[in-house]
């Protein structure tokens, strides 16, 4: 299995999953033209094809779109973020699919309003992917001047390529978690989805 071999072959083997989504290398590479700072593809694109290349499904299947993160604390004005989204229609114009870019420097502006939980800013784009309700989905990737990968992945890669969904009960509120995770098991049932932990880690629940 892919999730025990050492973190080297782990990242070949994502590199390898990853680039049979053609739609998701054409994000990576279209982003790096809009030189942000700090950016990373990143959360459902990524582990989403991972799974489905592990089970034998196209590769786009059941993505519902592509995340962008990049942080800009210089300019936290929405009127700042908004022209990013602005020219990125241009660069990402002629893709079949959606293409969300997101400055998480004002993420804490309006996290509480829509989630009803109190944001801490965020200091970098690494510790925005660090919040995600699932330590699965905490994957960002971003290609380099020189054609490298950079990969942040707290959390390792084993439970992406293993199928585990995994609670990460940082910010997030359970029902963010909850509501996730029975979207993935309709569209995916292969996984296997760890509870919401009450104490201690979750108890295991049993695929499909």
């Not at 592990?54 to 210089?74: E, H, L, S």
């Not at 936290?76 to 079949?96: C, Q, T, Y």
């Amino acid at each position: 299995m892919i999730g025990r071999l050492p973190l080297d072959q782990q990242l070949e083997s994502l590199r390898a999953a990853l680039c049979r989504n053609e739609v998701l290398t054409q994000v990576l590479a279209r982003t790096a033209t809009l030189d942000l700072p700090g950016w990373y593809v990143t959360a459902g694109c990524l582990f989403q094809t991972v799974w489905n290349v592990a089970t034998g499904r196209p590769p786009t299947n059941g993505i519902k779109d592509y995340d962008v993160f990049y942080f800009d604390a210089g300019d936290r004005s929405w009127e700042a973020e908004n022209a990013v989204i602005e020219a990125a229609r241009d660069v990402f114009s002629g893709l079949p699919a959606e293409v969300e870019i997101r400055n998480e420097a004002r993420v804490h502006l309006w996290y509480e309003e829509k989630f009803a939980v109190a944001c801490p800013p965020y200091e970098s784009t690494e510790a925005a992917i660090d919040s995600f309700p699932a330590t699965t989905c905490c994957l960002g990737v971003r290609t380099k001047a020189d054609g490298t990968w950079r990969v942040y992945a707290p959390h390792g890669l084993s439970d992406v390529f293993n199928l585990v969904v995994r609670p990460n009960p940082v910010l997030a509120p359970r029902s963010v978690y909850e509501a996730k995770t029975a979207r993935w098991r309709e569209q995916w049932p292969e996984l296997t989805v760890l509870e919401w932990p009450s104490s201690g880690a979750g108890a295991a629940v049993s695929p499909g």
